[in-house]
């Protein structure tokens, strides 16, 4: 295994559409072994392939559970909404709030190539999510909420929720 070098913001790779993987092979067992390592070198609870220059739909990840490595992750379905802050290794130094489902499933291929899916909420949802949007080049400030934005987000939830109480 390895320590990667992860790329930062301004590089434009972080802007591209990750590949498909279509084999699983040494190549990619051995990128995900080096992204785990690296996110544990730096303190991370998650990475994903164009972090470390690699444009392939892989990533790594660990909130507290153990490490996971899916391959080709795709969000199947999501409810809910929740907001919190994120950080991001490849957006050193800053944190920003960013809304995101309360709720996901995920179906993925494992370092074996079987099938899988796995549900999430809270920190693990979080983590899915912003990791999945790097493989499509999104980061995660693209969807920062200013905190002036982030309290009429709340008032505008809260009202729609008292709505929906009022009619059932």
């Given at each position: ?95 920003g709030t ?8 995920v179906k ?43 309290e009429d ?16």
């Open positions: 295994m390895a320590i990667r070098v992860i790329r930062t913001d301004e590089d434009p790779i972080l802007r591209k559409r990750s590949r498909e993987v279509k084999e699983i092979n040494d190549r990619i067992t051995t990128l995900l072994d080096d992204m785990l390592e690296t996110m544990y070198e730096a303190d991370g609870v998650g990475i994903a392939a164009p972090q470390v220059g690699i444009l392939r739909r892989a990533i790594a990840l660990d909130v507290g559970d153990g490490p996971m490595k899916l391959i080709n992750p795709e969000i199947i379905e999501q409810e809910g909404s929740e907001i919190d802050v994120e950080g991001c290794l490849s957006v050193p130094n800053f944190n960013v809304e995101r489902p309360a709720w996901v499933k993925y291929l494992d370092e074996t190539g079987e099938q899988k899916e796995v549900e999430a909420t809270g920190l693990f949802a979080r983590c899915l999510c912003h990791e999945i949007d790097h493989l499509d080049g999104i980061l995660f400030r693209d969807k920062y909420i200013d905190e002036i934005s982030r987000l709340i008032k505008a939830r809260e009202a729609n929720d008292d709505e929906k109480d009022t009619q059932q």
